[in-house]
Nanobody, 124 residues
Framework: QVQLVESGGGVVQPGGSLRLSCVAS????????VGWFRQAPGKEREFVAA????????NYSNSVKGRFTISRDNAKNTVFLQMNSLQLEDTAVYYC?????????????????WGQGIQVTVSS
Protein backbone atom coordinates (compact mmCIF):
# COMPACT_ATOMS: atom_id res chain seq x y z
CA GLN A 1 0.00 0.00 0.00
CA VAL A 2 1.41 3.37 -1.03
CA GLN A 3 1.14 6.21 1.43
CA LEU A 4 2.10 9.85 0.94
CA VAL A 5 2.39 12.20 3.90
CA GLU A 6 2.74 15.96 3.48
CA SER A 7 4.22 18.33 6.04
CA GLY A 8 5.40 21.91 6.27
CA GLY A 9 2.17 23.81 5.80
CA GLY A 10 0.98 26.67 7.96
CA VAL A 11 0.15 30.34 8.06
CA VAL A 12 2.45 32.89 6.46
CA GLN A 13 2.24 36.57 5.55
CA PRO A 14 2.21 37.72 1.94
CA GLY A 15 5.72 37.67 0.56
CA GLY A 16 6.78 34.91 2.91
CA SER A 17 8.02 31.39 2.22
CA LEU A 18 7.13 27.84 3.11
CA ARG A 19 8.64 24.50 2.20
CA LEU A 20 6.36 21.54 1.83
CA SER A 21 7.64 17.98 2.08
CA CYS A 22 6.01 14.76 0.98
CA VAL A 23 7.37 11.40 2.08
CA ALA A 24 6.30 8.24 0.31
CA SER A 25 6.17 4.70 1.61
CA UNK A 26 5.25 1.57 -0.27
CA UNK A 27 6.57 2.86 -3.59
CA UNK A 28 9.98 4.18 -4.47
CA UNK A 29 9.76 7.60 -6.05
CA UNK A 30 12.78 7.24 -8.24
CA UNK A 31 11.07 5.99 -11.39
CA UNK A 32 7.74 7.73 -10.94
CA UNK A 33 6.64 11.22 -11.74
CA VAL A 34 5.51 13.25 -8.75
CA GLY A 35 3.29 16.27 -8.62
CA TRP A 36 1.89 18.95 -6.38
CA PHE A 37 -1.69 20.15 -6.69
CA ARG A 38 -3.81 22.53 -4.65
CA GLN A 39 -7.45 23.15 -3.99
CA ALA A 40 -8.93 26.34 -2.65
CA PRO A 41 -12.42 26.46 -1.11
CA GLY A 42 -15.10 26.32 -3.77
CA LYS A 43 -12.59 25.66 -6.54
CA GLU A 44 -11.43 22.62 -8.44
CA ARG A 45 -8.11 20.96 -7.72
CA GLU A 46 -5.44 22.59 -9.85
CA PHE A 47 -1.98 21.67 -10.99
CA VAL A 48 0.97 23.38 -9.32
CA ALA A 49 4.16 21.53 -10.29
CA ALA A 50 5.40 18.14 -11.44
CA UNK A 51 8.75 16.43 -11.85
CA UNK A 52 9.71 13.51 -14.05
CA UNK A 53 10.77 10.22 -12.54
CA UNK A 54 13.66 9.63 -14.93
CA UNK A 55 14.69 12.96 -16.43
CA UNK A 56 15.12 16.50 -15.23
CA UNK A 57 11.85 17.52 -16.83
CA UNK A 58 9.81 19.79 -14.59
CA ASN A 59 6.55 21.62 -15.20
CA TYR A 60 4.99 24.53 -13.35
CA SER A 61 1.68 26.26 -13.62
CA ASN A 62 1.92 29.82 -14.87
CA SER A 63 0.61 31.11 -11.56
CA VAL A 64 3.58 29.78 -9.58
CA LYS A 65 6.37 29.80 -12.15
CA GLY A 66 9.36 31.73 -10.83
CA ARG A 67 8.12 31.55 -7.24
CA PHE A 68 7.80 27.83 -6.51
CA THR A 69 10.41 25.10 -6.95
CA ILE A 70 9.77 21.36 -6.97
CA SER A 71 12.61 19.04 -6.10
CA ARG A 72 13.04 15.46 -5.04
CA ASP A 73 15.38 13.36 -2.95
CA ASN A 74 14.96 9.86 -4.31
CA ALA A 75 17.23 8.37 -1.66
CA LYS A 76 14.78 9.60 0.97
CA ASN A 77 11.69 8.98 -1.15
CA THR A 78 10.75 12.60 -0.62
CA VAL A 79 9.54 15.42 -2.84
CA PHE A 80 9.63 19.07 -1.84
CA LEU A 81 7.84 22.22 -2.87
CA GLN A 82 9.68 25.41 -2.00
CA MET A 83 7.22 28.29 -2.10
CA ASN A 84 8.56 31.83 -2.14
CA SER A 85 6.88 35.22 -2.55
CA LEU A 86 3.61 33.73 -1.38
CA GLN A 87 0.45 35.58 -2.31
CA LEU A 88 -3.04 35.61 -0.85
CA GLU A 89 -4.29 33.57 -3.79
CA ASP A 90 -1.85 30.76 -2.93
CA THR A 91 -4.05 29.88 0.04
CA ALA A 92 -5.27 26.32 -0.46
CA VAL A 93 -4.91 22.73 0.63
CA TYR A 94 -1.83 21.34 -1.09
CA TYR A 95 -1.58 17.72 -2.16
CA CYS A 96 1.34 15.66 -3.37
CA UNK A 97 0.72 12.79 -5.72
CA UNK A 98 2.59 10.12 -7.62
CA UNK A 99 1.73 8.42 -10.88
CA UNK A 100 2.64 4.96 -12.16
CA UNK A 101 4.92 6.18 -14.96
CA UNK A 102 7.86 8.55 -15.14
CA UNK A 103 6.33 11.19 -17.40
CA UNK A 104 4.99 14.20 -15.49
CA UNK A 105 1.41 15.24 -16.06
CA UNK A 106 -0.72 18.27 -15.37
CA UNK A 107 -3.89 16.17 -15.03
CA UNK A 108 -4.94 14.98 -11.58
CA UNK A 109 -6.57 11.88 -13.05
CA UNK A 110 -3.18 10.61 -14.21
CA UNK A 111 -1.99 10.24 -10.62
CA UNK A 112 -2.90 7.14 -8.68
CA UNK A 113 -1.78 7.91 -5.15
CA TRP A 114 -2.39 11.06 -3.16
CA GLY A 115 -1.45 12.48 0.19
CA GLN A 116 -4.07 13.65 2.63
CA GLY A 117 -3.37 17.30 1.91
CA ILE A 118 -1.94 20.09 4.01
CA GLN A 119 -3.25 23.60 4.57
CA VAL A 120 -1.29 26.62 3.41
CA THR A 121 -2.77 29.96 4.42
CA VAL A 122 -1.37 33.28 3.27
CA SER A 123 -2.81 36.07 5.34
CA SER A 124 -1.85 39.51 6.50
Amino acid sequence: QVQLVESGGGVVQPGGSLRLSCVASGRTFSGNAVGWFRQAPGKEREFVAAASGLTSSINYSNSVKGRFTISRDNAKNTVFLQMNSLQLEDTAVYYCATKPTSRPSLRPNDYDYWGQGIQVTVSS
